[in-house]
């Protein structure tokens, strides 16, 4: 079977009920990412980092999987698929999406706030344990990890490594073919994950508003939301196979 990698961003779970981020009612509007999305922010004002992604998980617990990533779920009885999202979601999982490489963590894990492995990079030598959150809260400060350090959510923040888009990377070069779905390709490294792909292998970039994407290969622009997007290039995809 031939390798289908499929790179995912906040659009493809838009269907679902889940905010993007830079639309116009994406969370970055009403949210400063300074407040809420790097480490400084979390060494600020720890309970308010905190509170905002408790909120966002029970938003995630309460929304169920669409038709994008239901249409993948069936794609895997043609290719060999593997997920790359953005998304800390888990809506491609409960979908029965098999391989899912989450580039920019889980929401539904916490990891220990020790400040030693937030700046520890791409270091091999730090090993981060990822612990499953049972419910949807993580309480600060009496939820600490095993080494002491109150948990926090297992979401890399920005100015944060990511660790994941080694093994991404090395995903995109044995595609065979490309889905990209829902990101505006504004943040790297994900936005950059395309470039590695063969030159010969066609990408479809599903989105009603997409970003740009200037490469040799073929560029399939699907202006649509995902679900739709997925629908009209179903057969297409299938005849590829
Ligand atoms: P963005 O909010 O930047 O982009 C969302 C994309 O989804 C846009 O290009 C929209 O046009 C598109 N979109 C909206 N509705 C859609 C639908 N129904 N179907 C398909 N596409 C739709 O989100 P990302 O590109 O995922 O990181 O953002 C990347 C990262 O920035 C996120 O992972 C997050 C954020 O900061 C962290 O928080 C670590």
């Excluded at 509007?29 to 408790?54: G, I, S």
């Excluded at 990891?111 to 520890?120: F, R, T």
């Amino acid at each position: 079977m031939k390798n289908l990698v499929i790179i995912s961003g906040a659009g493809i779970s838009a269907e679902s009920g889940v905010p993007t981020f830079r639309d116009s009612d994406g969370l970055w509007c009403n949210h400063r990412v300074e407040d809420v999305a790097t480490y400084t922010a979390w060494e600020k004002n720890p309970k308010l980092v905190q509170d905002f992604y408790n909120e966002r998980r029970k938003q995630v617990l309460s929304v169920e999987p669409n038709a994008a990533h239901f249409a993948i779920t069936e794609l895997q009885n043609h290719f060999n698929v593997q997920v790359i999202t953005q998304n800390v979601d888990d809506l491609h999982e409960r979908a029965g999406n098999t391989n899912v490489l989450h580039l920019h963590g889980n929401i539904r894990y916490a990891k220990s706030s020790n400040p030693d492995l937030a700046w520890a990079g791409m270091s091999a030598t730090v090993f981060e344990e990822h612990y499953l959150i049972l419910g949807d809260t993580i309480n600060y400060p009496e939820d600490t990890a095993p080494d002491g350090f109150p948990l926090r959510p297992d979401i890399v923040w920005f100015g944060e490594a990511v660790p994941a888009i080694i093994d991404a990377s090395e995903i995109v070069k044995t595609a065979d073919i490309i889905i990209v779905v829902g990101t505006s390709l504004q943040v790297y490294p994900a936005a950059s994950l395309v470039y590695d792909a063969k030159n010969w292998v066609p990408i479809y970039y599903i989105d009603p508003n997409p970003g740009d994407i200037t490469i040799a290969n073929e560029v399939n622009y699907i202006k649509e939301k995902a679900s739709v997007g997925f629908d009209k290039i179903k057969e297409t995809l299938i005849s590829l196979k």
